[in-house]
C-alpha cells in the first residue's frame, strides 16, 4: 500500500543499527549523568539484570551480525555475517539434530552436512532460521518503542500539563484507540497495510502509546502543582521551558520503566500476528512463522520435534530476559513500585 | 446515582463516533473498493463489468460521505450487511457464534479468576520467604511463555499423548463439556503469570497500610487479616480487571477458538483473517468496541457501588 514501506532488506539493516545504537547512546547518557549515575550503578549491582542484560546483548549480536552486510566481488552475492557464518547446505527433508541421515522417510539417504539443531522439512537448517529471528525481535521490540515513546511523552506531558482543549483532544483520541480490542486492533491495521516488518512496528505503535501516555497526562498532572513548577511559572519561565526543565525530568524514569516492560510483550504480539500470517511476510525470519509452519509437526508419526522447540526457546529466552531485566530495572529505577 | 450514570452514557457516544469513524477510514480509504472487488470475486480474472457490479451490490459506488452515514447508520442500529467472502449476512454468523463462544469462555474467566485470586493470596501469605521468591519467578517464567506455545503443548500433552480430551472439535449437546475441558484449562494456565503477578502487587500494597498493623496489634489472626482486610480492601482493582473481562467472554478468544475448532466468534475473526473479509472484521471491531465501552462504564457502576466516595464524588458533580 505504501510504497516505501515495501522496499528491500537495507531498511531493516538500517532500523537495527538504529536501534542498538540508540540503545546504547541512551544508557551511556544515563551512565555519566550524575542524576543517574546512582540509580543505574544499583541496577548493575543487580546479579540478575546483569544476566538478564546478557542474554539480550547475545541476541542483539545476532541482530546486528545479519545486518552488516557485503557483497562478494567476483559474483556479487550479497550476504550478511551471520549469513556467512551460520548459513548451511540445505537438505532434503527433515533431519533430527546432530543425525547422518534424513528423518521419517523410507529409504534415509545420509546429509551433506550436519545441523546442530537439524533441518526442517524443506531442508533449511534450524538454528539458522531461529538466528534469523534474533533481529526481527529486537526490531519489532526497539523500533516499535522509537516509534511510539516520542507521541507518548510529547501527548501524554502537554495533556496533562496544559489541560483544557488539548487536553480533551488527546484524551479523546487515546480513550477511542484504546475502546478498539487491541488484537483486533492489530488485525485491521495489519490487513489494511498488508504484512511487512515495519507494518507490524507501526500497527504494534499506534497501540503502545496509548497506555504510556495516558500514565504521563496522569503524573503530569500531579506534578504541576507542585511547588517548584509553581515557582517556575512565578518567574515567568516559558511553559515549554518547564515542561523540559522540570517536568520531564521527574516522569522520566517512568518512560524507562515502562519502556522496558513493554519490549517483552511487543516481541510476544509480533509472533502471534506472524502465526495468524498477517505479520511478516514468509520469507522473513520469525519465530511466529516457525511455529505457524511447525505446529502440525507434533501429530506427525515419528514426531519432529525440533522447529517447533527451537523457535520456542528462542522466543522464551529473549521475553524471559526482557521481562526480567524489567523488573530489575523497575526496581532500581523507582523504590516505590518496588514489590515486596 | 442515576445522573452519574446518565452522565457516563453521553459520554461514551463520541467515541463510539470515534470508533465508527477509524474502522470506516481505515476499510474504505485505504483500501480501494476495486483491490477489494478483485480479492472476493471468485473468478482470476474478473470481467471490469463483475467487479463494478460488486462494487454496487456492496454499495461502494456511492459518494464518501453517504457510505459513511449508511456505514454509521447501519452499525448503529445492527445492521451488518453480508459477509464480503461469501454474501451471507454476518448478523446469522454472529447469532451462531455467541453460544460456543460463552460456552468455553465462561468456564474459563470463572475458574481463572478463582484460581488466579487464590494463589495470588497464597503467595502473598508466604511474602518474603522462599515460597513467594521461587513463586513468583515460576509466574514470571509463565507469562514469558507464549500463548501459542501454551496451546500446541496443552493439545500434544492432554490430547495426544494422554488422550485425555479430543484435540478439537465442537458439538452441541451432553458431550459439550469434554471439548471445553483441555481449552479452558489451557486458557487458565496461560493467563495465570500475567495476573497472579498483577494481584500480588496489589495485596503486597495493601499489606503495607497502617489497618493493616492495627489488625495485627490488637491481635488479630494473619488468616482473618489475609482474607477479611485486604481481600476486601484490594477489592477494587481486581473488580476492574473482572468487568473489564465480562464484555469479551461475548466475543471469544481468536487463538483458542482457531486451534481448537470451537465455531465462536473468535473462530469467526480468524476465517475472516485468513479469507481477507473485510466486512466481517469492521463489525467485530465495532462490536468489540461497544462492548469495550460497555465494560468501562460496567466498572465505573462498580466502583460507585463498592466504594462510597465515588457515589458521594459523583453526587457533588
Known amino acids: ?340 | 446515582m442515576i445522573a452519574y450514570l446518565t452522565r457516563r452514557i453521553l459520554l461514551a457516544i463520541p467515541t463510539v463516533i470515534g470508533v465508527c469513524f477509524i474502522s470506516f477510514a481505515l476499510f474504505y480509504l485505504v483500501r480501494s473498493p476495486e483491490s477489494l472487488a478483485r480479492q472476493n470475486i471468485s473468478s482470476k480474472h474478473p470481467t471490469p463489468a463483475q467487479i463494478h457490479g460488486w462494487i454496487v451490490q456492496h454499495g461502494y459506488d456511492k459518494p464518501m460521505g453517504k457510505q459513511f452515514e449508511t456505514f454509521m447508520g447501519q452499525l448503529l442500529l445492527f445492521h451488518f450487511g453480508s459477509s464480503d467472502v461469501d454474501s451471507e449476512p454476518i448478523a446469522d454468523k454472529i447469532r451462531s457464534g455467541f453460544g460456543p463462544s460463552l460456552v468455553l469462555a465462561v468456564p474459563e474467566f470463572l475458574v481463572g479468576t478463582w484460581v488466579t485470586i487464590a494463589l495470588a493470596l497464597f503467595v502473598a501469605y508466604y511474602r518474603g520467604t522462599y515460597v513467594d521468591t521461587w513463586g513468583t519467578f515460576c509466574f514470571v517464567l509463565m507469562m514469558s511463555i507464549s500463548v501459542l506455545l501454551y496451546i500446541i503443548a496443552g493439545q500434544y500433552i492432554f490430547g495426544k499423548l494422554l488422550k485425555l480430551a479430543p484435540v478439537m472439535g465442537f458439538h452441541w449437546g451432553l458431550s459439550t463439556w469434554k471439548f471445553i475441558v483441555l481449552p479452558a484449562t489451557v486458557g487458565v494456565l496461560a493467563g495465570i503469570g500475567g495476573s497472579v503477578r498483577f494481584y500480588r502487587t496489589v495485596m503486597l500494597e495493601e499489606m503495607n497500610q497502617d489497618y493493616v498493623r492495627t489488625a495485627r496489634a490488637k491481635g488479630a489472626a494473619e488468616s482473618t487479616i489475609l482474607f477479611r482486610h485486604i481481600l476486601k480492601n484490594s477489592m477494587i482493582p481486581i473488580l476492574t480487571a473482572v468487568a473489564m473481562a465480562i464484555p469479551f467472554l461475548f466475543t471469544g478468544s481468536i487463538l483458542m477458538e482457531s486451534f481448537f475448532g470451537i465455531p465462536g466468534l473468535g473462530n469467526l475473526t480468524y476465517t475472516a483473517v485468513q479469507s481477507g473479509d473485510f466486512a466481517v472484521i469492521r463489525v467485530m471491531v465495532y462490536i468489540g468496541s461497544l462492548l469495550y465501552i460497555l465494560g468501562t462504564i460496567l466498572t465505573d457502576i462498580s466502583y460507585a457501588l463498592a466504594d462510597p466516595r465515588v457515589r458521594v464524588g459523583a453526587a457533588a458533580q
Request: glycine share 8%; net charge positive; aromatic share 10%.
Open chain 1, 1 to 340: 500500500m505504501i510504497p516505501w514501506l515495501r522496499a528491500p532488506e537495507l531498511k531493516e539493516d538500517l532500523i537495527t543499527l538504529l536501534v542498538i545504537v540508540c540503545v546504547l547512546l541512551s544508557a551511556r547518557a544515563l551512565w555519566v549523568s550524575p542524576v543517574w549515575h546512582d540509580r543505574m550503578r544499583r541496577l548493575w549491582r543487580s546479579r540478575a539484570a546483569r544476566v538478564a542484560l546478557a542474554i539480550l546483548a547475545v541476541y542483539a549480536l545476532f541482530a546486528v551480525m545479519d545486518s552488516i552486510v557485503w557483497h562478494n566481488p567476483p559474483y556479487g552475492v550479497t550476504k550478511s555475517a551471520l549469513d556467512r557464518v551460520f548459513e548451511r547446505q540445505s537438505e532434503r527433508t527433515y533431519s533430527a539434530p546432530l543425525a547422518h541421515q534424513d528423518f521419517g522417510v523410507r529409504n534415509p539417504r545420509p546429509l551433506k552436512t550436519w545441523h546442530l539443531l537439524g533441518t526442517d522439512g524443506v531442508g533449511n537448517d534450524v538454528l539458522y532460521d531461529t538466528l534469523k529471528g534474533c533481529r526481527t525481535a529486537w526490531i519489532v521490540g526497539g523500533f516499535t518503542l522509537i516509534i511510539s515513546l516520542p507521541f507518548a511523552i510529547v501527548l501524554g506531558i502537554v495533556a496533562g500539563y496544559f489541560g483544557g482543549w488539548i487536553d480533551d483532544a488527546v484524551q479523546y483520541v487515546y480513550i477511542t484507540i484504546s475502546s478498539i480490542p487491541t488484537l483486533l486492533l492489530l488485525i485491521t491495521l495489519m490487513m489494511v497495510m498488508g504484512p511487512g516488518l515495519l507494518q507490524i512496528c507501526i500497527a504494534l505503535a499506534v497501540n503502545e502509546w496509548v497506555g504510556l501516555a495516558r500514565y504521563l497526562r496522569g503524573e503530569t498532572l500531579k506534578h504541576r502543582e507542585k511547588e517548584y513548577v509553581m515557582a517556575a511559572r512565578a518567574f515567568g519561565v516559558h511553559p515549554l521551558r518547564i515542561l523540559q526543565r522540570h517536568i520531564l525530568p521527574n516522569v522520566f524514569h517512568l518512560i524507562i520503566i515502562s519502556a522496558t516492560l513493554s519490549f517483552s510483550g511487543l516481541i510476544l504480539s509480533e509472533a502471534i500476528l506472524s502465526f495468524l500470517g498477517i505479520g511478516v511476510p514468509v520469507g522473513t525470519g520469525s519465530w511466529g512463522l516457525m511455529i505457524s509452519a511447525a505446529q502440525m509437526e507434533l501429530a506427525r508419526e515419528p514426531v519432529v520435534w525440533w522447529v517447533l522447540t527451537s523457535a520456542a526457546v528462542a522466543l522464551f529466552g529473549i521475553v524471559l530476559a526482557a521481562n526480567i531485566f524489567g523488573d530489575a530495572v523497575r526496581d532500581a529505577l523507582d523504590p516505590r513500585l518496588r514489590e515486596g
